[in-house]
């Protein structure tokens, strides 16, 4: 099995800035890809950013694009959202999500990822 923990999430004004983290832990790790998703109330889940193994393929959706970017440490089994410039409409539930397979690509829908954080809240205040 396989444990996620965000943390990082808080309330923020409109233009600032917050960092994600989400921490891997049980399983012996390796080649995993990994996605960021959020889901807004009343909103479907939705891909923000994903990763490779090796961090040199990266996705973005296009309404983060420029203004987040997503990175890991694999020594530390970590990925990271850095968010700038945030604005009210990115207010959300960001939770991360590992795959065990396939770590050379990233990936963009969220069934092809085996386990998922529970979730971090992230409010952008105008």
């Known amino acids: 099995q396989v444990q996620l923990v965000e943390s990082g999430g808080g309330l923020v004004q409109a233009g600032g800035s917050l960092r994600l983290s989400c921490a891997a832990s049980?399983?012996?790790?390796?080649?995993?890809?990994m996605g960021w998703f959020r889901q807004a109330p009343g909103k479907e889940r939705e891909s923000v950013a994903a990763?490779?193994?090796?961090?040199?393929?990266?996705y973005y959706a296009d309404s983060v694009k420029g203004r987040f970017t997503i990175s890991r440490d694999n020594a530390k089994n970590t990925v990271y959202l850095q968010m700038n410039s945030l604005k009210p409409e990115d207010t959300a539930v960001y939770y991360c999500?590992?795959?065990?397979?396939?770590?050379?690509?990233?990936?963009?829908?969220?069934?092809?990822?085996?386990?998922w954080g529970q979730g971090t809240q992230v409010t952008v205040s105008s």
């Open positions: 999500a590992l795959r065990i397979l396939g770590g050379s690509y990233y990936y963009r829908s969220s069934v092809d990822y085996n386990y």
């Open positions: 049980g399983r012996t790790l390796s080649m995993y890809a």
């Open positions: 990763i490779n193994w090796s961090g040199s393929s990266t």
